[in-house]
């Protein structure tokens, strides 16, 4: 008998990842969402649409109505939207919270599940749409999913980090493609050693579908890549999958000064590091691809030219600055 999973939201970047997911497993797909992407699944027979408002709890019976087997929740960036889900979806055989690695309170390395504290979330907070409550919305999210298992619903929880891959709308790992393929040496901030954990599209989508299938009501599972890469690492893995050879500048922050640059200014950069304990989702069969063969599929889709339209990074501009500073040292 076929299984059915109805995704809120789906669409655009892990959505359509996630989608093609389950659909190779023999899913039949019902998109729930508002129509203001268009579906890259239109000509599947496999994949439904129902179209409304995830705020609107007549749009969520509206979806209940199809009868899923497994509910996937891309888009729940408010706990009331998990708290009003877990409720019209109680009866499904999983339901899935996607939550965020940016729940995490506490600066353990690496973050594990079941010891590291979440942050906690205020009223205010709750009801807010600012990056800097995002991630107390992800966590009060999943206390909501905690809460919703303790009364019987079968809701898990998965928490990606930094997310990267084909149709990334951020862009964020776009802007090291670009000065890749463009640039011969490219700046770096601090020594290159950072270490923000990421994970490719592809396992987070393998993931959900595990969890969905394996993961155990009430718990919540990390996803990130099983091998982590530092910064500097991450860039000589772009440029063997370009093709090129580059010169990594890294730069302190009294070298970044003389571009008016800080170290955060630069897309995936963080310090403390950041990484999670994947080791629970491992368990349950999740089989993640490497970075190596993730990135090269990243690079092959990116529009590496036109990066200065991505998400923030410094100017080519300030960054030659830097560059001119550092030579005279």
Known sequence: MTRHALFIGGTRFIGRHTVREFRDAGYDVTLFHRGEHESPFADDEGVDRVWGDRTDDGGLADAAAVDPDVVVDLVAYKPRDVRTATRVFDDVDAYVYVSSGAAYGAEDVPKRE?????????????????YETYGARKAEGDRAVFAAAEDGVNAVSLRPP????PHDYTRRFDYWIQRVATYDRVLVPGDGTNLWHRVAVENVARGLRVVAEEGQPGEAYNVGDWHLQTLR????????????????????HRELAAGGLEPDDFPLYRDPPHLLDTNKLRSLGWEPVAPENAIAETVEASPERDADEAQEGPDREAEERVLGVLETV
């Open 114 to 130: 079941d010891e590291t504290a979440l942050e906690p979330c205020t009223d205010e907070q709750a009801t807010d749409d600012s």
């Open 162 to 165: 930094v997310v990267y891959g």
């Open 233 to 252: 690492e991450t860039i000589e893995t772009i440029a063997d999958a370009v093709g090129t050879d580059v010169d990594i500048v890294t730069a302190g």
